[in-house]
């Protein structure tokens, strides 16, 4: 069993609290500078709070990095430098050049560095993942992929919307269906993409497209925004092959729908999935992360992987930006 | 009035056979084709008179044709109705290269006969609705348009054998000569502004069969002088057991939200008895008819079609650049010079 401490009490830091708690790692505690999420944390799931990273760093094996993603470098270096096994939510970090140095940090460390790309980990991707790989649909030929919601609206600290810490839309949100792309179509060659806010910096939100050529000639389409009325969220999955096709359009397998005449909704802050599932995709992927440091199981995502996929996301900006197809 | 059809080499002669004889006042003449198999096939199927060669059926007058032939052979008979004076409906695209599109235009309007491009699309009743909606200002700015027109492969939804679809020369191309343009339309006509750049990736990785030599696969990225900027899907991804030839969908979003279509939705799902797979009946109104409706009501009044032959053009125009753009790899600046 291994000591385990989250940095980060927001949505996802709560999310992994959840996970850890369903699994035999004991969770120490939480370092965040907000003291009220914290408590939330510590009632529900236990553990208790640490004051400084350093301090918590000290008291665990295993950090959980679930902090806006501009902090996730110096972070995951301050980690590795301790010898602590590393789970970071995605993007990696917030440029290129960070992850590489993060990678190499945690290579020389002798640290696990898992990215919690944690699309892999819902039960519909994963299943259309499998099917692809046994072969049901032959050699992929188009995989077309959607994730758009509302602005995110954090009642405090917006850092979403602040590119310098977020990365922007194309970062944040993109960045999990170019990893899906390319766990199902392999290593892309190219991107070109078009998005609102690098022909409208002033727009609110954020709205794009993207077209990826893979290596071995499938073409992804990747649709991302945050641009729906709230609380609209929908993602959508479809991948073609020579032999059949998958289809799982936005919104067509809803299990259950109520409409009260008092409903509370539409003030959501951000936009979760809703998927009524026995276990929350975010628990199975904790899981998961347990087994591959407890037992050294291989993972789903790899510290690679979340290098490779931060390379497609910086080529889709780079592409909106300058309007020409850039190759990785 | 009289009106006749060139050609049953594009299966959808076979939908404005019936259209055309739908409507009260027109006198469904018969057709020419300069195939005799195929000549005599239709005639018998769909009793009615077939012309062996065009020559015969222009010396009959009509007042309007519908040209069905393989895309690229659309030119020549343009021409020649239009020199009778004859008003011409082209299948979609227009034409296969530009040169040949901008011939047809000016044959027509030398001639003072109107040319219409066939895109059906444009009379769907959701089509329309949309159409609405836009001109009403509610999504207000435009960001951008994710549209899709994936199909089968064309020969598996024509039950007399078609395989001009796939050749290169005859059809212009493979998915993309085939399944931009319908989308293309409709974004010029919802936006009221013209397309800026075109950049396009193709494949062919769906039905690698033996004399399939063009494109199966393709993504289209289109931007537009209002600065949205669009994707089409042109693929033939729908494998063969699909319950439904294939579709068109757009959805539109602005800074006032979504609005998604899917046309083609208004099916009903059928497990027969004998059917190896489900198969959904469309049961919603027949674009098809609207568009021969409005060829024969511009005929009649002697006015312009809603829809022209400068919207074929410039369909044709997009095409063009996409498969430049997939050959360069680069995006393509439009209009092509």
């Known amino acids: 069993m291994f000591r385990v401490g989250i940095v980060g009490s927001g949505f996802m830091g709560s999310f992994h609290a959840a996970g850890w708690s369903q699994t035999p790692a004991e969770l120490v505690g939480y370092h965040s500078l907000d003291q009220a999420q914290v408590n939330k944390l510590i009632e529900r799931y236990g553990g208790r709070s640490f004051p400084t990273l350093d301090a918590l760093l000290d008291a665990v094996d295993v950090v959980d990095i679930c902090t806006p993603t501009h902090l996730h470098h110096p972070m995951i270096l301050q980690a590795a430098a301790k010898g602590k096994h590393i789970v970071c939510e995605k993007p990696l970090t917030r440029t290129v050049a960070q992850a590489e140095e993060a990678l190499s940090a945690c290579r020389s460390a002798g640290v696990k560095l898992l990215v919690a790309h944690v699309v892999r980990f819902f039960p519909e991707y994963a299943q259309a993942k499998a099917i692809v790989d046994r072969g049901e649909i032959g050699r992929v030929g188009v995989v077309r992929l959607k994730r758009v919601s509302f602005q995110p609206r954090l009642a405090a600290d917006n850092w979403f919307l602040d590119t310098e810490k977020s990365g922007g839309m194309i970062l944040d949100l993109m960045i999990h269906d170019f990893d899906y792309a390319r766990w199902v179509a392999g290593e892309v060659e190219s991107v070109f993409a078009k998005s609102v806010r690098s022909a409208r910096p002033d727009a609110a939100g954020d709205y794009a497209l993207a077209i990826l050529r893979h290596t071995n000639g499938a073409l992804s389409h990747i649709e991302g925004g945050w641009a729906y009325p709230p609380p609209m969220f929908r993602t959508s999955l479809e991948i073609a092959g020579d032999g059949g096709l998958i289809e799982h359009p936005a919104g067509s397998s809803v299990p259950l729908s109520i409409h009260l005449k008092e409903s509370g909704q539409g003030d959501a802050e951000i936009a979760v999935p809703a998927s009524p599932l026995l276990e929350d995709p975010y628990v199975t992927e904790i899981k998961h992360f347990y087994d591959v440091l407890a037992h050294d199981a291989p993972p789903r995502v790899t510290a690679e992987d979340g290098l490779a996929v931060l390379k497609i996301a910086f080529a889709a900006v780079e592409s909106a930006r300058t309007g020409q197809r850039v190759t990785l | ?337």
């Not at chain 2, 012309?51 to 069905?68: H, M, N, R, S």
């Not at chain 2, 052979?73 to 695209?93: C, D, N, T, Y």
């Open chain 2, 1 to 337: 009035m009289r009106f006749a059809i060139m050609s049953f080499a594009h299966l959808h002669a076979e939908a404005y056979i019936n259209n055309l004889r739908a409507i009260p006042g027109v006198e469904m003449i018969g057709f020419a084709d300069d195939d005799p198999a195929r000549g005599q096939h239709f005639a018998a199927l769909y009793n009615t008179r077939w012309f062996p060669t065009y020559e015969a059926l222009i010396a009959e007058k009509p007042d309007g044709v519908i040209i069905c032939t393989e895309n690229a052979r659309h030119r020549p008979l343009a021409e020649m109705a239009a020199a009778a004076g004859i008003a011409v409906l082209s299948e979609k695209p227009l034409a296969t290269t530009l040169a040949d599109a901008q011939a047809m235009v000016e044959a027509c309007q030398r001639a003072g006969v109107p040319l219409m491009t066939a895109f059906p699309m444009r009379f769907s009743a959701p089509v329309i609705e949309v159409k609405k909606v836009l001109d009403s200002g509610a999504l207000g700015t435009i960001y951008g348009c994710n549209a899709t027109n994936q199909g089968q492969l064309p020969r598996l939804h024509t039950a007399y054998p078609r395989d001009w679809f796939v050749d290169k020369e005859l059809a212009g191309g493979g998915a993309a000569a085939d399944h931009t343009v319908h989308v293309a339309d409709l974004l010029r006509w919802y936006f009221g502004s013209e397309v800026t750049e075109v950049y396009a990736e193709l494949n062919h990785i769906f039905y690698q069969e033996p004399g399939i030599e063009v494109e199966t696969g393709g993504l289209i990225m289109l931007s537009f002088a209002n600065g949205a900027f669009a994707t089409i899907d042109c693929s033939w991804s729908k494998p063969p057991h699909y319950p439904t030839w294939g579709g068109l969908t757009m959805e539109l979003v602005g800074e006032g939200g979504l609005i998604t279509l899917d046309p083609f939705r208004q099916v009903m799902t059928v497990y027969g008895k004998d059917a190896p797979r489900p198969r959904w009946a469309y049961w919603g109104s027949d674009p098809n008819q609207a568009m021969i409706n409005e060829f024969v009501a511009a005929v009649k009044e002697k006015r312009a079609p809603a829809i022209t032959g400068y919207d074929g053009y410039k369909a044709v125009e997009i095409v063009e650049a996409v498969y430049r753009s997939a050959l360069s790899r680069q995006p393509v600046a439009l209009p092509l010079s």
